[in-house]
C-alpha cells in the first residue's frame, strides 16, 4: 500500500552537493518512520538518516552526520535528503524506507522501499 519513489540522484564533484527526494503515498496512518539507506558495491547495506513522523526526531549515520540532513513537506509529501560535501566514499545507490510505529528510527526493520537511485562523487 505505501509507494515510495526517489529521485535527484546524479553525478557530483567531491565538495559539490545533490538534494534526494522521496515521493510518498498510500501511508494511513501518522505514525512512521521514514528516511535513507544507501548501499555501494561490495559493501553492506547502512543507515544515512532517519525521521520519526510522530514528533519529527531524527537520527544520522555518523559518516554523515554534520553533512546530511533530513526534512520533509508535508504537503507535498515528500522527504528530502540534503547532501552537502559530499565525498566519493558517498558514492553509493541511496533507497528511500519507511516503517510503521518506528519510534525510535531502527533502520533494518523497514517494511517498504523504493527502488533506489544512483549518487556517484568523483575524486
Known amino acids: 500500500e505505501v509507494q515510495l519513489v526517489e529521485s535527484g540522484g546524479g553525478s557530483v564533484q567531491a565538495g559539490g552537493s545533490l538534494r534526494l527526494s522521496c515521493a510518498a503515498s498510500?501511508?494511513?496512518?501518522?505514525?512512521?518512520?521514514i528516511g535513507w539507506l544507501r548501499q555501494a558495491p561490495g559493501q553492506e547495506r547502512e543507515g544515512v538518516a532517519c525521521?520519526?513522523?510522530?514528533?519529527?526526531?531524527?537520527r544520522y549515520g555518523d559518516s554523515v552526520r554534520g553533512r546530511f540532513t533530513i526534512s520533509s513537506d508535508n504537503a507535498k509529501n515528500t522527504v528530502y535528503l540534503q547532501m552537502n560535501s559530499l565525498e566519493p566514499e558517498d558514492t553509493a545507490v541511496y533507497y528511500c524506507?519507511?516503517?510503521?510505529?518506528?519510534?525510535?528510527?531502527?533502520?533494518?526493520?523497514?517494511?517498504?522501499w523504493g527502488k533506489g537511485t544512483q549518487v556517484t562523487v568523483s575524486a
Open positions: 525521521m520519526y513522523s510522530g514528533d519529527g526526531s531524527t
Open positions: 524506507a519507511a516503517e510503521y510505529k518506528n519510534r525510535h528510527c531502527y533502520y533494518y526493520g523497514m517494511d517498504y
Open positions: 498510500g501511508f494511513t496512518s501518522d505514525d512512521y518512520a
